[in-house]
């Protein structure tokens, strides 16, 4: 995809402030710290479009940008930080799971997943909930730089068994650093919104 546009549209703590903008969405999960926001700012070629922060959990709250007034990229809250209580844990997960039943125009999840470690169980979770709700689901494994080009293969099947995934759902391993899948993703993503 040839970016030409990438904006900052709102930020969403309820439902009520959801952007009412007649486009398809693509939403990324994933664990706090995961790369989100590395992972939007190299997709629309943007050093900070995306706040990259330096504390995992910082994404409290669902962002909203517009590619090209053809799409928009949905940042959900990270999830399986620790360092946060109990309630606001549960506030993240209701504003997530708000988002996720009800928006009608989301089209695609991205789960991203860190290449180098096995998914958790908060990964399973929201993998079992994106596959129930019937959702496109799209599987990134980030931070591929990390590894040898040549474990990759390795890590990607090692993912697919811990989340019990079809052949059919990919699996694409990127790198913000390297610039490695963009291509890829954004190709799976318009082959899914067809």
Not at 1 to 9: L, P, R, V, W, Y
Not at 68 to 85: F, I, M
Not at 86 to 94: L, T, V, Y
Request: charged share 25%; proline share 4%.
């Amino acid at each position: 995809m040839i970016i030409k546009k990438a904006e900052f549209i709102t930020t969403a703590v309820e439902s009520s402030q959801y952007p009412n903008l007649d486009l398809p969405e693509i939403a990324l999960a994933g664990r706090s710290n995961v790369g989100k926001s590395s992972l939007i700012n190299t997709l629309v070629n943007r050093k900070s479009l995306a706040r990259v922060g330096n504390t995992p959990g910082k994404t409290r709250v669902i962002n909203f940008y517009n590619v090209n007034d053809a799409l928009l990229l949905v940042d959900l809250p990270g999830y399986g930080y620790a360092k946060v209580s109990k309630e606001e844990k549960q506030s993240w997960a209701r504003l997530t799971e708000t988002y996720l039943t009800s928006r009608k125009h989301l089209k695609v999840i991205l789960l991203l997943v860190d290449i180098r470690h096995d998914p958790t169980e908060d990964d399973v979770l929201m993998r079992e909930y994106i596959l129930g709700s019937g959702r496109s689901l799209i599987v990134v494994a980030t931070k591929a730089d990390k590894i040898n080009r040549s474990e990759q293969k390795k890590h990607i099947e090692n993912i697919r068994t811990c989340l019990n995934l079809d052949e059919d759902i990919p699996i694409i391993p990127f790198s913000a650093m390297k610039r490695q899948g963009i291509d890829e993703v954004w190709n799976a993503v318009e082959t899914m919104m067809k």
